[in-house]
């Protein structure tokens, strides 16, 4: 259990150092150097309650959850459905039956594609979603269009590179059946105003999917409010760990899906002449799920419920604002896009961005090169790729500092 007073109640004080012992992993060094850890966005490191609640999960309480009348099945079911409850309570759902466990964000996204497409999608119907999605928020809706023909619309962005609002208004039509968009840009750390986006689409009575990967971990989302259909995360972006995550989706909508996957769990009944499925959430769960990684996530959220999710936020805002002040006194830096909190994406010069990423890796400084997922994005600036920080809880305002002492480096050897 967690033990630990990561604020002091009196002085609000954020205690960075002792959330940084909570991270094993911070300790270690890479290349003789101490590790400055820049890739959250990517992943994030795992506290030690993460960690020791999965050896805890199979140590006492393995068993396979739902199906067993004995002491252990039900304890692993109690847990289960716990940890349901604990995101419910996060991301403010009304009802725990509207909380789905997945795999992650992806698979999130291809079980709405499917089931979604599958209810309610015919030929030429419309998908609205945007230049700045990630690759698993564009190439489910592909699949569904090479599958039932429907088509996609995407929102272009700004000349200062945020969602064209106007644009996206004109997007929609006769045929639009869904919008399907980021909350924040996993490439240049933008935070969307999807609140304004959701209102726009209901107006029109079309239902919003909110990709939450990205802010999560940043910022409180509470889904009643935003008045999202469906949100979706992974579990590993907010200190959890790998292979769980969720799909947020309103009862109604969810009780008239189709289900995704086949097998156990997901039914009611099974005769070969017809089986009838289960009910939520339950529908959508075919087959074990990662209870473990279910219980290890609920530990994770009761992490950050702990430190407080605004907290964070601020914590996190800061660091951004003192790296892109410290960024923009770099020659000939660019920045892409208006970063608020969670990830800075950069070139400098002409240096290639693998080049940088290599020589700041032998500093000890982890950040991650490319296209990030999202091709279309990049292709829109018409680079290569970026160079991108980004931040979680744990980093500090040293780490930023040698950080831009390392570009600074890499500058001058290039120069
Ligand atoms: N959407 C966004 C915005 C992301 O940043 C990511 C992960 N980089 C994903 C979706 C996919 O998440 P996962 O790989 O955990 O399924």
Known sequence: MLTLQINDTETKMYNLQEIRKEFPILQREVYGKPLIYLDNAATTQKPLCVIEAITEAYTNVNANVH????????????????????????????????????????????????????????????????????????????????????????????????LDKESYTTLFNEHTRLVSITHTSNVMGVTNPVKEFIDIAHARNIPVLIDAAQSIPHKKVDVQQLDADFLVFSGHKIYGPTGIGVLYGKQQMLEKMKPYQGGGEMIQTVRFEKTTFNELPYKFEAGTPDYVGAIALARAIDFVNTIGIEEIAKHEQQLTRYALEQMNRIPNMRIFGKPDGSAISFLVGDIHPADLGTLLDRLGIAIRTGHHCAQPLIDHFGIPGTVRASFAMYNTIEEVDTLIAGITRVVKMFA
């Open 67 to 162: 199906r067993g009348v004995h002491f252990l099945s039900q304890k692993a079911t109690e847990q289960y459905e716990e940890a349901r409850e604990t995101i419910r309570h996060f991301i403010n759902a009304r009802h725990s039956n509207e909380v789905i466990f997945t795999r992650g964000t992806t698979e999130s996204i291809n079980l709405v594609a499917a089931s979604f497409g599958d209810t309610f999608l015919q030929k030429n119907d419309e998908v609205i979603i945007s230049t700045m999605e990630h690759h698993s928020n564009i190439v489910p809706w592909q699949l569904l269009a090479e599958r039932i023909g429907i088509k996609l619309r995407v929102i272009p962005l700004t000349a200062d590179a945020a």
